[in-house]
């Protein structure tokens, strides 16, 4: 382990995620309630195929020496066959423990590549830098202990690749809002802040998993930072006092009885009068 950019460390990923500071994904747990925050931190979880997907999106765009040490692509075997069974035996000893990807993936891998270093203003980011640098600091409002882990940083922007099904405008704006990418934008700008002392702007590479693999790159601007800081320094207070009292409760604290209602989208009646006429 040793210094990058001052204050900014080179850690083992396994380190980093067994380090018990809270990170962007415990942030956006305890953001749905704390209930949730326990169970994720309590037991082990494993790996959806769509998670494992975006790790080996990241590790092979980006840390290629990494993909071929943490993954591997999945042979078919005969496994009714003696010659099956061998083979099998010796695929499964060698990749004990890396994440199985198919050959369709890594085929699907590759074209992402190759279209993200086809967007000029992705390849001028990704030309120089340093990939998934880990920094640590206290929140100076709570006193807790945070982390983040950049995606790749050259130390004049922060930047955050994401596989996405929608790369457009309009399409990642709803990616932004719905899976917390403000809350990580602002909780990774005060981050490199608290530890190097500068305020960099954040940077999103969206990339579609889908051909034609569409590649755009967006800057937050600066209503994206500051929802997402008015939502992780509520969570980080919510952490103190959970941590404080030892309660970790849901939805509902006090076993309330609430009123529900339809979302707005779906309560405007003159959409269906259209149908009904």
């Known amino acids: 382990m040793h210094l990058s950019h001052p204050g900014m460390l080179v850690m083992p990923s396994k380190r980093y995620h067994e380090d018990k500071a809270i990170g962007h994904t415990g942030i956006v747990k305890i953001l749905r309630s704390p209930a949730h925050l326990r169970e994720y931190l309590d037991y082990p979880h494993h790996l959806t195929p769509a998670m494992a997907f975006g790790s080996a999106v990241h590790a092979f765009i980006l840390e290629p020496e990494r993909f071929s040490e943490e993954i591997a692509v999945a042979e078919k075997f005969d496994r009714r066959t003696k010659e099956g069974k061998e083979a099998a035996a010796k695929f499964d000893a060698e990749n004990q423990g890396k994440t199985l990807i198919t050959s369709e993936e890594l085929a699907t891998l590759t074209l992402m590549r190759a279209a993200v270093h086809s967007h000029k203003g992705a390849a001028k980011l990704l030309s120089r ?48 809002a719905t899976l917390g990418y403000d809350v990580q934008a602002a909780f990774y700008v005060d981050g490199v802040k608290a530890a190097t002392g500068m305020e960099l702007p954040f940077i999103f590479i969206a990339a579609e998993k889908d051909a034609p693999h569409a590649v755009a790159v967006y800057r937050a601007d600066p209503e994206v930072i500051e929802v997402g800081r008015k939502k992780y320094r509520a969570a980080l207070q919510l952490l103190k006092w959970c941590q404080e009292s030892g309660s970790w409760p849901a939805y509902q604290p006090g076993g309330e009885i609430e009123l529900i209602s339809l979302p707005r989208w779906a309560a405007n009646a003159e959409d269906f009068e259209l149908y009904a006429t």
């Open 129 to 176: 830098g340093d990939a998934e640098l880990t920094v640590f600091w206290n929140d100076p409002a709570t006193g807790i202990c945070c982390k983040c882990r950049p995606d790749w940083f050259n130390g004049e922007v922060i930047t955050d690749l994401k596989s996405c099904v929608d790369a457009s405008a309009a399409g990642f704006s709803r990616a932004v």
